[in-house]
């Protein structure tokens, strides 16, 4: 006899003719299993324990449908175009299990977008999509901010849009630039960041630049060139960071060391003098040039003592050039040392927040960076990040560099070994093997195929799989072109997106993935220019996740002599990669 189907009852939003089998609901409610309702059960007790289960099990997957009808336009419009099959594997994955793999999106906690506070809220979503996913797409949350730093960047964005561009405050101070003439308390004083170089350059250098805006309270203003606006969203809510194009210092990018109103030559030509008593406003120029480069000079270094910044916090506007990290100096100014101590009370993480607070992704680059991670990276259980940057154009193909990166990798347990021939067959991996994906970075192609050459002829020792990537090539390195450079920002993030970083020593590129990740990493000892075999050891561990200041002062302001900065403080000490250089670091974990 032909079973009689129970009524199913039109659920609100559901479809009346959705049958029992696939998740319907009875009019009571409860889901129809057999055919029967459970109060008429002739069965054991045993049977109908198991029942039971079958039963709360399908109660999990009609909450699952009905929830993941509702969620896909959620998903397409704030979580970057998330493929809704990949959404619900993971989310199935979560009500049968505590999940513990890195499958994306949600495969874990929700993700802290604001990033502990750190990002202000409110900030619209769909012109900056990488200001709010970019968090999803992390396995690791990064370090908290203070509070009183989440305090003091509250504060900062408030002085931005009260002086920013297009503002009163702002008309005001271009018409007393344009004077000529300094104008004693002015309502509000800013610093200008010149943008050149590099893109890991321009990034260090705006973030270094922030930082001291932030101490002093000047309004930070960035030279829009070399496609700044393509690259970054803004970071401050209702107001600009970009400099206007009318600024009347028309050539302000080409100021240089011999630039007269660089701050060093205004001291070697006592125009101005910071052991003088105070100087007049009426005296002042209405801006100085801070000429920071790698190149400067000793009077320029006097931008890291305390008398000198007296001088300096009377004039309204200050021009900034640096290819630096010049944060490691700005700790040994007596006059700063307090207040970065309570914004950073992790002294290796001052980076870490700033790149993370100030530079997202554009959407367009942020689409590079989540198709890729997405077709290539997300289902891994391990991703490494390996950084190639070759100086010595010799090096472009070297068996030596590339016997220095599987040295590194293979002796540090990086990446599994490979079995010595190709005869060899493939051992068969153990239940759960993990999956890794390597993600390399280089301006050539040539080490990525070797690198996937070999795990392609050969099994690893411990059968898992790799699979190895490269997103571009571009040959050589090319200034202020937007494809290149859009192409650099995404792989930067991408590697700042793995859970292994593998850099190498002196790059600055290295070091913004570093930071955005929150991770310390194996780094590549620099090649010598003779280089006749792999360095041994091939690679360390980084003491601390911070880039290297390349070019310190090494001057006692107030002994005014010479001084090694790298043993003034516990947390400034010198740089592994860069002997002479500084950096940031915890004390406990760092040794000479």
């Known amino acids: 006899m032909q079973q009689r189907k129970p009524k199913v009852c039109a659920a609100e939003g559901a479809a009346a003719d959705i049958p029992v089998s696939q998740g319907g609901m009875a009019c009571d409610g409860w889901p129809e299993a057999e055919g029967a309702r459970p109060e ?30 509702a969620v896909p336009p959620f998903v397409v419009v704030y979580g970057g ?3 809704p099959a990949d959404w619900i594997a993971a989310a199935k994955a979560r009500l049968h299990r505590d999940s513990g793999d890195g499958s994306f999106p949600y495969a874990r906690s929700p993700p802290d977008k604001l990033l502990g506070g750190l990002l202000p809220d409110g900030l619209d979503e769909r012109s900056c999509r990488s200001r709010y996913e970019s968090s999803m797409y992390r396995r690791n949350p990064g370090r908290r901010p203070s509070p009183h730093l989440i305090a003091k960047l509250r504060k900062h964005e408030e002085l931005q849009r009260r002086c920013g561009p297009n503002t009163n405050a702002y008309n005001l ?26 893109l890991g350059n321009r990034i260090l250098a705006a973030a270094s630049a922030f930082l001291y805006a932030a101490l002093t309270g000047r309004v930070l ?18 107001t600009t960071w970009l400099l206007p194009r009318d600024f009347p210092l028309a050539s302000y990018t080409n100021f240089s060391i011999d630039t007269a109103e660089s701050y060093g030559n205004m001291l070697r030509n006592k125009v101005l003098s910071a052991d003088a008593p105070a100087t007049p406003a009426a005296e002042l120029p209405a801006f100085a040039y801070l000429h920071l480069d790698h190149d400067y000079g000793h009077e320029d270094k006097m931008f890291f003592c305390d008398d000198d910044q007296r001088l300096l916090s009377n ?12 944060v490691p100096g700005l700790f040994l100014v007596t006059a700063f040392q307090e207040e970065l101590d309570t914004l950073f009370p992790e002294r290796d993480a001052v980076f870490h927040h700033l790149v993370r607070y100030l530079f997202h992704p554009t959407n367009h680059v942020w689409g590079l960076v989540a198709r890729y991670y997405r077709a290539y990276l997300a289902r891994a259980d391990l991703r490494v990040g390996i950084q190639v940057r070759n100086f010595d154009p010799r ?18 347990k990086l990446l599994p070994e490979l079995l010595a021939t190709e005869e060899h067959a493939a051992p068969a991996p153990a239940q759960g093997a993990r999956s890794t994906a390597v993600l390399m970075t280089s301006l050539r192609s040539w080490y990525y195929e070797n690198i996937k050459g070999m795990y392609w002829d050969r099994a690893t020792a411990t059968g898992e799989a790799v699979s190895v990537h490269q997103p571009s090539h571009e040959g050589q390195q090319q200034f202020g072109k937007r494809s290149h450079d859009g192409k650099a920002w995404a792989e930067m993030y991408l590697l700042s997106l793995c859970d292994v970083l593998v850099t190498s020593g002196w790059s600055t590129f290295g070091y913004v993935a570093q930071g ?4 310390r990493p ?45 043993e003034v403080l516990p947390h400034v000490r010198h740089c592994q990669d860069v002997s002479w250089g500084l950096k940031l670091v915890d004390p406990r974990l760092y040794k000479a």
Not at 43 to 58: A, F, I, S, V
Not at 516 to 519: E, N, P, R, T
């Open 315 to 326: 004039v309204q506007w200050l021009v900034m050039r640096t290819d630096l990290y010049t």
């Open 40 to 69: 008429h059960w002739p069965l054991p007790r045993k049977k109908r324990l198991t029942l039971d289960r079958k039963r709360w099990n399908t109660v999990l997957n009609v909450v699952l449908v009905a929830f993941v009808m």
């Open 221 to 238: 203003l960035v030279d829009p060139s070399n496609q700044m606006d393509e690259l970054f969203c803004e970071p401050f809510p209702g």
């Open 81 to 83: 175009g998330v493929a």
């Open 522 to 566: 194996w780094v590549l000892h620099k090649q010598p220019d003779n280089l006749t075999s792999a360095p041994d050891p091939p690679c360390f561990r980084d003491v601390s996740m911070e880039p290297c200041f390349h070019a310190p002062h090494v001057y006692d302001c107030k002994m005014k002599r010479g001084m090694d900065t790298g």
């Open 516 to 519: 955005l990740g929150g991770v």
């Open 173 to 198: 101070a271009i018409e007393q630039l344009r004077t000529g003439k300094s104008v004693g308390s002015p309502e509000c004083k800013y610093v200008v960041s010149i943008s050149y170089r590099g």
């Open 395 to 412: 090096h472009a193909q070297s068996p030596h560099v590339l016997h220095q990166i599987t040295s590194c990798v293979w002796r540090e």
